[in-house]
């Protein structure tokens, strides 16, 4: 599987952005996906998880209320919707995806990993 992640981009707190992973592969519907980011100087992080039918997703504390992950298997695309960004939201942000149908929270558990799209939130 290839992942490539689009979306990232500068924002000041309290907007909006979506990120798009679009992914290659046949089995895409059989796989749990994954966001994750990493910060400057800072250990890469689980964000958001979703199963492979979408009816399963789990967030990280900080940005539940916040973002929405969700997934278009006819499309092979997933997406993070993040609301009400705060300065602390800014990093990388990487798209992953695992076999075994549901997602993970553990970096170490994705084996296929996009590159990074950028998220900056300005105060």
């Known amino acids: 599987v290839q992942l490539q992640a689009s979306g990232g981009g500068l924002v000041q707190a309290g907007g909006s952005l979506r990120l798009s992973c679009a992914a290659s592969g046949r089995r895409f519907s059989a796989y749990g996906l994954g966001w994750f980011r990493q910060a400057p100087g800072k250990e890469r992080e689980f964000v958001a998880g979703?199963?492979?039918?979408?009816?399963?997703?789990h967030y990280t504390d900080s940005v539940k209320g916040r973002f929405t992950i969700s997934r278009v298997n006819s499309e092979n695309t997933f997406y993070l919707q993040m609301n009400d960004l705060k300065p602390e939201d800014t990093a990388n942000y990487y798209c992953a995806a695992r076999e075994g149908r549901y997602y993970s929270t553990k970096v170490g558990e994705y084996p296929y990993w996009g590159p990074g799209t950028l998220v900056t939130v300005s105060s």
């Open positions: 979703v199963s492979w039918r979408g009816d399963m997703t």
